[in-house]
């Protein structure tokens, strides 16, 4: 009884505001995943202010140059070192001041107060001077008055990035990085072994969830507001799934048949796993792979919950020789390891950890592991090539030299309805279009000689 009384009365004195500098911190300075990171966080934190504390963290990550570039504004020289931390404690109540409905006297006090927290009071009167200068200047808009910003701080995204996109999109470049800086929707996959998607229509209505909108490709729903998944009908009995609407297309595109060997590889987390065995559960056989045994407690979980079966090994795709049986498969899905620039509005912290010279790697790994999976497709078997990614040398680049080297690979036409950009193979999604995230496909036939 102790214990919990003194677990409540810590989560209870916790200051947001530092545990989300802390966060912050980690993320941009140590290079620890938001994902990783955050959760830590907010076990820190009562029930009710782990959403506020996410709220924080995504901001700052969101607004990073932005938010760095008016503090600069008002300090003589940067916090480094052991102060360093203070620095995102700082960027931290800029974000609330600017971006939040936090009224600003209750952002200063909760944020100064912080430095308690963080251990040094020291800093409690530059943290109040800073943003009580801040709140001053925002109500006499002197600050950065007239003052022409460089793109990457217009933009909150790094400079090598911008470039990358105005290279592959130079019509679209300025929607992609607006569109990366929204807060994503909620999408959910129907388990059509249970419901169908017009019953779970009327569960959601009957539980005053409303709908925005259903893809007529894959009848993927978008909610109009995100909802705890507690209160969706049938959560736990694996009626439904929370899966963005451009990952949902991937079961159709495969479109398994009755007797089918799939494979599914880089599967975790697995939702792609379990929508195609939902679809076509008279499959004969699901194996789902990945290199990290970690990532594969995910996928198991997935499965448990919907009720479905597949064989999960952690595997590395570009080496068969250490997991394959020898038999060739009839479908294969290859989600293969990318960028993740096409999910940043989910993901923030990608802009800040993902280097420019990652890309050229990633480009090789994926030639590796196209190339080795392709030996395992059956003559007259599907093989489709997907990532969350939005860059073209992932994409249809990687498509494009793969078909010239494979004389055996045909491209599909996949039929959608939304705009292409000229000259990209296959269906290059981009984020915000139909309000789903960035994603990649190309669907290709294995020939029969």
Not at 119 to 147: C, D, I
Not at 363 to 371: E, M, N, T
């Amino acid at each position: 009884m102790t214990t919990q009384t003194n677990k409540v009365n810590t989560q209870k004195v916790a200051n947001i505001r530092a545990l989300a500098a802390k966060c912050c911190y980690a993320v941009i300075d140590q290079g620890r995943s938001l994902s990783d990171e955050l959760p830590r966080q907010q076990d820190k934190a009562t029930l009710k202010d782990k959403g506020l504390l996410q709220e924080i963290c995504y901001g700052v990550l969101r607004y990073l140059p932005e938010l760095e570039h008016d503090v600069r504004a008002l300090m003589q020289k940067p916090l480094t070192g052991k102060q360093r931390v203070f620095h995102f404690l700082l960027l931290v109540g800029v974000y609330q001041i600017k971006y939040m409905r936090t009224p600003d006297h209750a952002a200063v006090s909760e944020t100064v107060a912080a430095t308690g927290t963080l251990k040094n009071r020291q800093m409690k009167s530059l943290v109040n001077g800073v943003l009580r200068n801040f709140v001053r200047a925002s109500e006499n808009s002197s600050l950065h008055k007239k003052e022409t910003l460089p793109t990457s701080i217009e933009y909150n995204h790094p400079s090598w990035f911008i470039k990358k996109v105005q290279q592959g999109y130079p019509k679209q470049w300025q929607n992609i990085l607006t569109a990366n800086q929204q807060k994503p929707p909620m999408w959910l996959r129907v388990n059509q072994q249970h419901q169908t998607i017009a019953t779970y229509q009327e569960l959601l209505t009957a539980a005053k969830i409303d709908i925005k909108a259903i893809d007529s490709l894959s009848n993927a729903i978008e909610l109009a507001h995100p909802t705890d998944v507690t209160k969706l009908p049938g959560f736990e009995q694996g009626w439904i799934s929370v899966q963005d609407g451009a990952a949902q297309q991937a079961a159709k595109l495969l479109d398994c048949q009755q007797g089918d060997v799939v494979l599914d590889c880089c599967a975790a987390p697995g939702g792609k796993t379990c929508h195609i065995l939902e679809q076509t559960p008279d499959i004969a056989s699901m194996t789902a792979i990945d290199v990290e045994a970690s990532r594969l407690v995910r996928v198991e979980e997935n499965l448990s919950r919907l009720g479905l079966k597949a064989k999960v090994i952690a595997a590395d795709a570009a080496n068969s020789k250490a997991w394959w049986d020898g038999q060739q498969f009839d479908r294969i899905l290859l989600d293969a390891p990318c960028s993740g620039t096409g999910v940043i509005r989910r993901h923030p912290d990608i802009k800040w950890l993902r280097k420019a010279t990652d890309i050229d790697s990633l480009v090789i790994l994926q030639q590796q592991i196209l190339k080795e999976i392709w030996s395992l497709l059956k003559p007259g078997g599907t093989l489709l090539y997907a990532t969350c990614s939005i860059l073209p040398q992932e994409n249809s680049d990687q498509i494009e030299c793969f078909l010239k080297d494979n004389n055996d690979a045909q491209l599909v036409d996949i039929e959608t309805n939304n705009t292409q950009e000229e000259g990209i193979l296959g269906w290059q999604l981009l984020p915000g279009e139909k309000n789903m995230d960035g994603f990649y496909y190309a669907k290709l036939i294995k020939t029969i000689s």
